[in-house]
Protein backbone atom coordinates (compact mmCIF):
# COMPACT_ATOMS: atom_id res chain seq x y z
CA UNK A 1 0.00 0.00 0.00
CA UNK A 2 1.27 3.39 -0.95
CA UNK A 3 1.90 6.32 1.73
CA UNK A 4 -1.02 8.18 0.36
CA UNK A 5 -3.61 5.47 -0.06
CA UNK A 6 -2.62 5.25 3.48
CA UNK A 7 -3.79 9.00 4.62
CA UNK A 8 -6.91 8.03 2.40
CA UNK A 9 -7.84 5.28 4.56
CA UNK A 10 -6.83 7.23 7.67
CA UNK A 11 -9.18 10.27 6.39
CA UNK A 12 -11.90 8.34 5.40
CA UNK A 13 -11.82 6.21 9.14
CA UNK A 14 -11.84 9.72 10.81
CA UNK A 15 -15.20 10.81 8.96
CA UNK A 16 -16.27 7.68 9.62
CA UNK A 17 -16.74 7.65 13.27
CA UNK A 18 -17.57 11.64 13.32
CA UNK A 19 -20.93 11.09 11.03
CA UNK A 20 -21.12 7.78 13.55
CA UNK A 21 -21.43 10.15 16.39
CA UNK A 22 -24.78 11.76 15.50
CA UNK A 23 -28.13 9.35 16.16
CA UNK A 24 -26.14 6.95 17.79
CA UNK A 25 -26.82 5.40 21.23
CA UNK A 26 -24.43 6.55 23.68
CA UNK A 27 -24.09 7.94 27.01
CA UNK A 28 -21.88 10.53 26.18
CA UNK A 29 -22.87 13.83 24.91
CA UNK A 30 -22.89 14.11 21.39
CA UNK A 31 -19.20 15.34 19.53
CA UNK A 32 -20.11 19.36 19.36
CA UNK A 33 -18.46 20.41 16.16
CA UNK A 34 -19.73 23.91 15.82
CA UNK A 35 -20.23 24.86 19.04
CA UNK A 36 -22.15 28.30 18.13
CA UNK A 37 -24.48 29.69 20.79
CA UNK A 38 -25.76 26.10 22.08
CA UNK A 39 -24.08 26.30 25.83
CA UNK A 40 -24.70 30.03 27.61
CA UNK A 41 -23.43 31.05 31.15
CA UNK A 42 -26.83 31.47 32.01
CA UNK A 43 -29.52 29.43 34.52
CA UNK A 44 -32.34 27.82 32.83
CA UNK A 45 -35.92 27.12 34.33
CA UNK A 46 -36.08 25.38 37.67
CA UNK A 47 -32.49 24.91 38.06
CA UNK A 48 -30.31 24.60 40.61
CA UNK A 49 -28.36 27.98 41.84
CA UNK A 50 -26.32 27.60 45.02
CA UNK A 51 -25.62 31.84 45.03
CA UNK A 52 -29.21 32.01 46.66
CA UNK A 53 -30.31 30.56 50.24
CA UNK A 54 -33.09 28.70 48.43
CA UNK A 55 -31.07 27.30 45.79
CA UNK A 56 -33.73 27.97 43.11
CA UNK A 57 -32.19 30.18 40.25
CA UNK A 58 -36.00 31.16 39.48
CA UNK A 59 -36.41 34.20 41.64
CA UNK A 60 -39.94 35.07 42.75
CA UNK A 61 -41.09 38.96 42.37
CA UNK A 62 -40.77 41.06 45.27
CA UNK A 63 -42.94 41.22 47.82
CA UNK A 64 -46.09 43.44 47.04
CA UNK A 65 -45.27 43.35 43.15
CA UNK A 66 -48.38 44.21 40.95
CA UNK A 67 -48.67 43.45 37.47
CA UNK A 68 -49.48 46.23 35.28
CA UNK A 69 -53.17 47.39 35.04
CA UNK A 70 -53.79 44.66 37.99
CA UNK A 71 -53.31 47.49 40.94
CA UNK A 72 -57.08 47.47 41.73
CA UNK A 73 -57.15 50.06 44.03
CA UNK A 74 -60.49 51.25 43.65
CA UNK A 75 -61.96 49.67 47.10
CA UNK A 76 -65.32 50.46 45.79
CA UNK A 77 -65.65 48.99 42.53
CA UNK A 78 -63.68 46.05 43.28
CA UNK A 79 -64.99 45.31 46.61
CA UNK A 80 -68.35 47.13 46.73
CA UNK A 81 -66.69 49.42 50.14
CA UNK A 82 -66.60 52.91 50.69
CA UNK A 83 -63.40 54.74 51.90
CA UNK A 84 -64.12 53.73 55.62
CA UNK A 85 -64.76 50.20 54.41
CA UNK A 86 -68.29 49.67 55.06
CA UNK A 87 -70.54 48.12 52.20
CA UNK A 88 -71.15 50.75 50.08
CA UNK A 89 -75.13 52.07 49.58
CA UNK A 90 -74.00 53.47 46.00
CA UNK A 91 -72.70 52.32 42.50
CA UNK A 92 -69.12 53.27 41.83
CA UNK A 93 -69.03 55.70 38.96
CA UNK A 94 -67.57 53.29 36.65
CA UNK A 95 -71.35 51.95 36.82
CA UNK A 96 -73.78 53.59 35.21
CA UNK A 97 -78.05 52.76 36.22
CA UNK A 98 -79.52 52.91 32.72
CA UNK A 99 -81.27 50.39 30.82
CA UNK A 100 -78.76 48.45 29.16
CA UNK A 101 -76.83 47.50 32.53
CA UNK A 102 -80.22 46.41 34.27
CA UNK A 103 -80.88 44.36 31.17
CA UNK A 104 -77.42 42.72 31.79
CA UNK A 105 -77.55 42.49 35.06
CA UNK A 106 -81.22 40.23 34.14
CA UNK A 107 -79.25 38.34 31.46
CA UNK A 108 -76.46 37.31 33.88
CA UNK A 109 -78.20 36.57 36.90
CA UNK A 110 -81.01 34.48 34.61
CA UNK A 111 -77.42 32.70 33.71
CA UNK A 112 -75.79 32.27 37.12
CA UNK A 113 -78.15 32.84 40.18
CA UNK A 114 -81.49 31.55 38.95
CA UNK A 115 -80.51 27.59 38.52
CA UNK A 116 -80.28 28.18 42.89
CA UNK A 117 -82.19 31.61 43.47
CA UNK A 118 -85.01 31.53 41.04
CA UNK A 119 -85.91 34.21 38.46
CA UNK A 120 -87.65 36.31 41.11
CA UNK A 121 -85.30 35.45 43.90
CA UNK A 122 -87.50 33.59 46.13
CA UNK A 123 -84.52 30.68 46.56
CA UNK A 124 -86.58 28.03 44.99
CA UNK A 125 -84.93 27.94 41.22
CA UNK A 126 -84.97 24.37 39.48
CA UNK A 127 -81.81 23.28 41.39
CA UNK A 128 -83.29 23.02 44.32
CA UNK A 129 -86.91 21.53 42.97
CA UNK A 130 -84.58 17.98 41.53
CA UNK A 131 -83.15 17.62 45.12
CA UNK A 132 -80.43 19.75 44.63
CA UNK A 133 -79.19 18.32 48.23
CA UNK A 134 -79.02 21.90 50.01
CA UNK A 135 -77.95 21.70 53.38
CA UNK A 136 -79.10 25.23 53.52
CA UNK A 137 -81.73 26.56 51.09
CA UNK A 138 -80.35 29.32 48.42
CA UNK A 139 -81.55 32.14 50.28
CA UNK A 140 -84.61 34.68 49.19
CA UNK A 141 -83.58 38.40 48.53
CA UNK A 142 -87.09 39.41 49.74
CA UNK A 143 -86.84 38.29 53.23
CA UNK A 144 -86.55 40.89 56.10
CA UNK A 145 -83.07 40.91 56.57
CA UNK A 146 -81.69 40.83 53.10
CA UNK A 147 -84.18 43.82 51.61
CA UNK A 148 -81.96 46.87 53.57
CA UNK A 149 -79.06 45.38 52.71
CA UNK A 150 -76.62 47.88 51.15
CA UNK A 151 -76.07 47.28 47.37
CA UNK A 152 -72.69 46.98 47.85
CA UNK A 153 -73.30 43.65 49.94
CA UNK A 154 -74.66 41.42 46.88
CA UNK A 155 -71.76 42.58 45.01
CA UNK A 156 -69.97 40.88 47.93
CA UNK A 157 -71.61 37.81 47.97
CA UNK A 158 -70.76 37.45 44.40
CA UNK A 159 -67.78 38.17 44.95
CA UNK A 160 -66.44 36.14 48.05
CA UNK A 161 -69.56 33.71 48.27
CA UNK A 162 -71.74 33.31 51.53
CA UNK A 163 -71.84 30.48 53.98
CA UNK A 164 -72.69 27.28 51.83
CA UNK A 165 -72.71 29.64 48.87
CA UNK A 166 -69.31 29.62 46.96
CA UNK A 167 -68.00 32.68 45.21
CA UNK A 168 -68.68 33.88 41.75
CA UNK A 169 -65.62 36.30 41.16
CA UNK A 170 -63.69 34.07 39.13
CA UNK A 171 -66.50 33.10 36.54
CA UNK A 172 -67.80 37.18 36.54
CA UNK A 173 -66.06 39.82 36.25
CA UNK A 174 -66.59 43.36 38.47
CA UNK A 175 -68.88 44.82 36.04
CA UNK A 176 -71.33 42.34 35.65
CA UNK A 177 -71.18 41.60 39.12
CA UNK A 178 -72.73 45.23 39.56
CA UNK A 179 -75.01 44.25 37.22
CA UNK A 180 -76.26 41.28 39.00
CA UNK A 181 -76.52 43.20 42.21
CA UNK A 182 -78.26 45.89 40.62
CA UNK A 183 -80.92 43.21 39.00
CA UNK A 184 -80.98 41.63 42.50
CA UNK A 185 -82.21 45.20 43.94
CA UNK A 186 -84.36 45.57 41.06
CA UNK A 187 -85.79 41.94 42.00
CA UNK A 188 -86.57 43.31 45.75
CA UNK A 189 -88.32 46.40 45.00
CA UNK A 190 -90.31 44.78 41.81
CA UNK A 191 -91.25 41.29 43.57
CA UNK A 192 -90.87 39.61 40.05
CA UNK A 193 -88.72 40.09 37.30
CA UNK A 194 -91.62 40.80 35.19
CA UNK A 195 -90.28 44.01 33.16
CA UNK A 196 -88.90 46.59 34.41
CA UNK A 197 -90.43 50.68 35.26
CA UNK A 198 -88.19 53.05 34.13
CA UNK A 199 -89.40 55.49 36.67
CA UNK A 200 -87.80 53.29 39.73
CA UNK A 201 -84.44 53.64 38.14
CA UNK A 202 -83.40 56.00 40.94
CA UNK A 203 -84.33 53.90 44.00
CA UNK A 204 -81.90 50.96 42.45
CA UNK A 205 -78.80 51.56 44.44
CA UNK A 206 -80.50 52.54 47.36
CA UNK A 207 -81.95 49.66 50.23
CA UNK A 208 -85.90 49.51 48.98
CA UNK A 209 -86.89 50.63 52.45
CA UNK A 210 -84.13 52.62 53.43
CA UNK A 211 -82.94 51.61 57.03
C1 LIG B 1 -75.45 26.62 43.34
C2 LIG B 1 -76.52 27.39 43.91
C3 LIG B 1 -76.34 28.89 43.99
C4 LIG B 1 -76.04 29.77 43.00
C5 LIG B 1 -75.78 29.46 41.54
C6 LIG B 1 -76.05 31.08 43.61
N1 LIG B 1 -76.35 31.00 44.92
FE1 LIG B 1 -76.62 32.54 46.20
N2 LIG B 1 -76.95 31.25 47.72
C7 LIG B 1 -77.00 29.87 47.60
C8 LIG B 1 -77.18 29.29 48.89
C9 LIG B 1 -77.28 27.80 49.19
C10 LIG B 1 -77.26 30.36 49.81
C11 LIG B 1 -77.38 30.26 51.32
C12 LIG B 1 -75.98 30.15 51.85
C13 LIG B 1 -75.90 30.00 53.36
O1 LIG B 1 -76.62 30.74 54.06
O2 LIG B 1 -75.10 29.18 53.82
C14 LIG B 1 -77.13 31.57 49.04
C15 LIG B 1 -77.20 32.84 49.57
C16 LIG B 1 -77.17 34.01 48.83
C17 LIG B 1 -77.40 35.32 49.38
C18 LIG B 1 -77.74 35.67 50.80
C19 LIG B 1 -76.55 35.85 51.67
C20 LIG B 1 -76.98 36.06 53.11
O3 LIG B 1 -76.60 37.07 53.69
O4 LIG B 1 -77.67 35.19 53.64
C21 LIG B 1 -77.29 36.19 48.32
C22 LIG B 1 -77.45 37.70 48.38
C23 LIG B 1 -77.00 35.42 47.15
N3 LIG B 1 -76.93 34.10 47.48
C24 LIG B 1 -76.84 35.95 45.89
C25 LIG B 1 -76.50 35.19 44.78
C26 LIG B 1 -76.23 35.77 43.48
C27 LIG B 1 -76.35 37.23 43.14
C28 LIG B 1 -75.91 34.73 42.66
C29 LIG B 1 -75.47 34.79 41.21
C30 LIG B 1 -74.24 35.47 40.96
C31 LIG B 1 -76.00 33.51 43.43
N4 LIG B 1 -76.34 33.83 44.71
C32 LIG B 1 -75.77 32.25 42.91
C33 LIG B 1 -76.88 29.15 46.43
C34 LIG B 1 -76.54 29.68 45.20
Known sequence: MSRSLHTLSLALALVGTLSACEGNRSDQPPVHVFIDMDFQQKF???????????????????EGTVAQGFLKDDDLF???????????NTLPEQIVLDE??????????????????DQAGHGTGPSTRRGGGFKVQPASFHQERL??????????????GKGTMLPYNVQIPEADRWAIAVWVRALQIHGTNKGWDDT??????AAPEGK
Request: net charge positive.
Open 78 to 88: YRGRDLEGRLS
Open 200 to 205: QGGAVA
Open 44 to 62: TAQERNDFFADHRAMRAPV
Open 147 to 160: RPMPIGYFFDVITN
Open 100 to 117: KLLKRGQERYDIYCAPCH
